[in-house]
């Protein structure tokens, strides 16, 4: 196999591959890998890694174990931060590394790799040869890729297909003043003033929320695809709608970026009108325990089977910060576990690839672990306002965790009443189950 020319030549004037290349990688068979301990890397689209078929009648997944470092995200990631994924994922310069996925894939990141000084460097011969040891999200649907909803557009044969009606909506806080920049052709628009309010920003009442759905055209059996310039805002929206009885909401993984990364055409200019429908064709709410109240949460705490998940940075978490110009009390709910999150209150670098996208299962059950959050729990997510924590919803949602919901009032509800049990300072784990 032989390195493409031009990925080398634009490796080295980006800088990111500072040593010489090693030869091209031969093949072996995974067994042969297996056989040698090697790591199993999957140098594909997280999408295809987890569980897309890369053809609308195919199988999609990985190889059980394998790592997801795909080839796109080599121009996100600097040496040092390739490096950092690496020790993260305990790659040591003498493990055999078997890599699978196009050769310009596969090429690619041997290039990268070696760059690093990484040298024994295969390609598996025999990658998803056989479909039934292949791993895949459970419900792998409801994160959807550019592509896919390009070609849904365009009336293709595609994987997954809703059953019904189906619509595109970016969702976003206030006016849509980037939506009319650009945004997906024919997508809605929701401001999400219109699923929440103050003061705490709680979700609106049942009846608000039914009206806002038969105004967008949105019945019980509509498939709506979810998208926002932030994920966790079309997050927020995807919890609500579940929780009133939208039965199939499905979320663009990675968001706006990705579609804009991937080429497709964009559209500009206002929101189309919308054709409203007459009834939602079903009881609401659909689904009362996706998202819980202060009372219900506090019912979670310090149980072994259920864990209150705070899906906040750690200096939100120890109380260091509130996270919020407009929320004043600074700690956590004394007995919630840790959910990790990101930098800062608008960031969930935990949860994302370099292009956006969630981390594989793997990746985000061992954080979750660590603190004891497991998928045979009640588990809910809670951030500040929701936002955050209906991202992580989503993810575990995706991941086949059953009990799942959004603490909907978070530390803003919890803490404006001085009553409510709160905690500041470093602590461990396993402090959440005293």
Not at 84 to 95: G, I, M, P, Q, V
Not at 165 to 175: F, H, L, P, Q
Not at 264 to 272: F, N, T
């Amino acid at each position: 196999m032989k390195f493409s020319s031009r990925l080398i030549v634009a490796a080295l004037l980006s800088g990111y591959v500072t040593m010489g290349y090693s030869a091209p990688a031969t093949p072996l068979s995974l067994a042969d890998a297996q056989a040698q301990q090697g790591v199993i890397l999957d140098t594909r689209l997280s999408a295809f890694y987890n569980g897309w078929p890369q053809q609308a009648d195919g199988v999609g997944g990985h190889e059980a174990s394998a790592l997801n470092l795909a080839a796109g995200w080599l121009s996100q990631m600097d040496n040092p931060q390739l490096a950092a994924w690496t020790e993260r994922h305990k790659l040591s310069k003498e493990t055999l590394i078997a890599l699978y996925g196009s050769e310009q894939e596969t090429d690619a990141v041997q290039a990268r790799l070696a760059g690093l000084g990484y040298e024994n460097i295969r390609v598996l011969s025999d990658a998803l040869a056989q479909q039934d040891r292949l791993q895949r999200l459970a419900h792998f649907e409801q994160l959807v890729y550019p592509e896919w909803i390009h070609n849904l557009q365009q009336g293709k044969p595609v994987a997954a297909k809703p059953a019904g009606d189906w619509k595109v909506i970016e969702v976003a806080w206030g006016m849509p003043k980037q939506y009319l920049l650009g945004h997906i052709p024919g997508a809605g628009y929701i401001n999400t003033d219109e699923i929440e309010s103050e003061p705490l920003w709680n979700k609106v009442s049942d009846d608000k929320l039914k009206a806002l759905l038969l105004k967008q055209g949105i019945r019980h059996d509509t498939t709506v695809i979810l998208y926002g310039r932030d994920v966790y805002a079309a997050a927020r929206a995807a919890n609500i709608m579940l929780y009133i009885g939208v039965k199939d909401v499905r979320l663009l993984d990675g968001g706006w970026q990705t579609w804009e990364k991937a080429g497709l055409p964009v559209e500009r200019g206002l929101v189309p009108k919308v054709k409203p429908v007459k009834e939602f064709g079903a009881a609401i709410p659909g689904q009362p325990q996706l998202v819980l109240n202060m009372e219900q949460a506090r019912g979670l705490l310090h149980r072994k089977d259920a864990s209150l998940v705070s899906v906040r940075s750690w200096p939100e978490f120890i109380g260091e910060t509130s996270g919020y110009s407009y929320i004043k009390p600074k700690g956590d709910i004394a007995g919630a576990r840790w959910g990790h999150a990101g930098s800062d209150a608008t960031h969930m670098d935990d949860y994302h690839n370099p292009d956006g996208t969630m981390r594989s299962e793997a990746d985000l059950t061992a954080l979750w672990k660590d603190w004891h959050i497991t998928p045979d729990q009640q588990v809910s997510f809670y951030c500040g306002t929701g936002w955050r924590a209906s991202e992580a919803f989503m993810y575990a949602r995706a991941m086949g965790w059953k009990n799942v919901s959004v603490y909907d009032g978070g530390w803003y509800e919890w803490s404006s009443d001085p009553k409510n049990p709160v905690v500041t300072g470093d602590r461990q784990p396993g402090s959440s189950w005293l």
